[in-house]
């Protein structure tokens, strides 16, 4: 069963405008990580939030995290046609050894 | 190049038939995984280890197994295959569960 789920399923922008996705999870976290999948590829690791924490950043990207919401978001600022991916938020559980459990990805399309 | 190595990328069976889908990492991993992709389903769990001579059970493991004799192998087999493994298959590796995972390039799979 899915532990995160992202929306927006699909979300299309223009170049230089910033892009938002959000997750809800479920269950208590150890941390919660953001993966890109470019068509037909494998999925690249973007970023890791660890449950602790409530806000990392890494270049354009800017991720925040609400235990209490059991949520987080994903901002991509200043965004490029490079851009354009499925992303996946991951959780991993903080109940023993835990793998990885991705939600649906959302679809992000960014034109020129 | 240090990373994940999957094959074959892309193979087809018929049904009934076996197979093993290849998957090696040069990064001294011990977490290793088995994920499933298919289209609107996001990434299901296959099985997964944590280290040599350590597997088990995802959320999807019937007609899968799996073995790990070294730190760097972890091949799955399909024991019969059925239409309804038609699926793209990644394998994925990481040091412990607080990092991020490594993803292969992907198995693309077509059962007849």
């Known amino acids: 069963s899915q532990q995160g789920e992202e929306d927006p399923q699909a979300l299309s922008i223009q170049e230089g405008e910033n892009a938002t996705m959000n997750c809800s999870y479920k269950t208590s976290i150890n941390n919660l990580q953001w993966y890109r999948q470019n068509s037909g590829r494998g999925l690249v690791h973007l970023i890791l939030i660890r449950s602790n924490e409530r806000e990392k950043h890494s270049g354009r990207l800017r991720v925040t995290l609400d235990t209490s919401k059991k949520s987080s978001s994903l901002l991509i600022t200043a965004s490029r046609a490079a851009d354009t991916a499925s992303y996946f938020c991951a959780t991993a559980s903080n109940s023993g050894y835990s793998t990885l459990t991705f939600g649906k990805g959302t679809m992000l399309l960014v034109s020129p | 190049n240090a990373g994940v190595t999957q094959t074959p990328k892309f193979q087809v069976l018929k049904t009934g038939q076996s197979m093993t889908l290849q998957c090696a990492q040069d990064?001294?991993?011990?977490?290793m995984s088995w994920y499933r992709q298919d289209p609107g389903m996001g990434l299901r769990l296959i099985h997964y280890s944590v280290g040599a001579g350590i597997t088990d059970q995802g959320e999807v493991p019937n007609g899968y197994n799996v073995s790990r004799s070294t730190t760097e192998d972890f091949p799955l087999r399909l024991l019969s295959a059925a239409p309804s493994q038609t699926s793209v298959y990644f394998c994925a590796s990481s040091y412990d569960q607080g990092n991020g995972y490594t993803f292969g390039s992907g198995t693309r799979l077509t059962v007849v």
């Open positions: 990064m001294n991993h011990e977490y």
